[in-house]
């Protein structure tokens, strides 16, 4: 997850990439209409579509011509958009080196993102029964330079108030509950120092 709350503040640059090589396009003429097809037009009309190589200027939303491109497929040149890419980075280091320091600031953060995976598999301990949850991390946590890497687990019992708060340092945890054909809601969120991922969005249901 990335924190954008200082972007207004940074300026975009944006180029145009054109493929300039028809075979890289593919196009789907016998779709319906409202997903670009032109095979029910006139054959004048399709042949001035397929052979054209801009859109013109149209009105929103359902000129053929337009549907036609956006439903398209294209290849992407590598080596052309390298090139545009490079010359656009180019721009920008440009730009920047002159812009004010505060539109300059590569103050922004990056945020651990959801955890992967949370699973809960219940097992038995005598009379008890042992609830152990499990989660992978999160995918981009491996991008992160941090020093420590922690997760909070809330656990919920169903018809509860209450929850009960764990800090742990492990991808696991296990519980024990007294109780046959309980059911609780568990939600687990990566922290990274003082930076904190989001918990899931839809909580886990662990029943015993």
């Known amino acids: 997850m990335y924190d954008d709350s ?31 097809g032109i095979s029910h037009l006139p054959h004048d009309v399709q042949s001035s579509i397929s052979s054209s190589r801009e859109v013109p200027l149209h009105l929103c939303c359902s000129d053929p011509e337009w549907l036609y ?46 955890v992967e995976s949370i699973s809960c598999e219940t097992t038995m301990d005598n009379d008890r029964n042992l609830v152990k949850i499990s989660w992978a991390t999160p995918n981009n946590l491996k991008y992160l330079v941090v020093a420590t890497v922690q997760y909070e687990v809330l ?13 742990l340092g492990t991808v696991a945890f296990t519980f024990a509950s007294e109780w046959k054909n309980k059911l609780y809601y568990v939600w687990v969120r ?12 839809r909580a886990l249901e662990c029943e015993t």
Request: proline fraction near 8%; aromatic fraction near 10%.
């Open 69 to 114: 491109r956006i439903y398209q497929d294209t290849l992407l040149d590598i080596s052309s958009f390298k090139i545009i890419l490079n010359e656009s980075w180019g721009e920008r280091e440009e730009k920047m080196a002159t812009a004010p320091k505060d539109v300059c600031s590569n103050n922004f953060h990056l945020y651990p993102g959801p």
């Open 155 to 167: 656990i919920q019992e169903q018809g509860l108030r209450e929850v009960n708060a764990f800090l």
């Open 190 to 201: 990566c922290i990274t120092g003082t930076m904190k991922g989001p918990f899931n969005s």
């Open 6 to 36: 200082h972007v207004s503040a940074v300026p975009e640059y944006k180029s145009a990439w054109v493929n300039k090589n028809p075979d890289n396009t593919i196009t789907y003429p016998d779709n319906l209409p409202q997903f670009g």
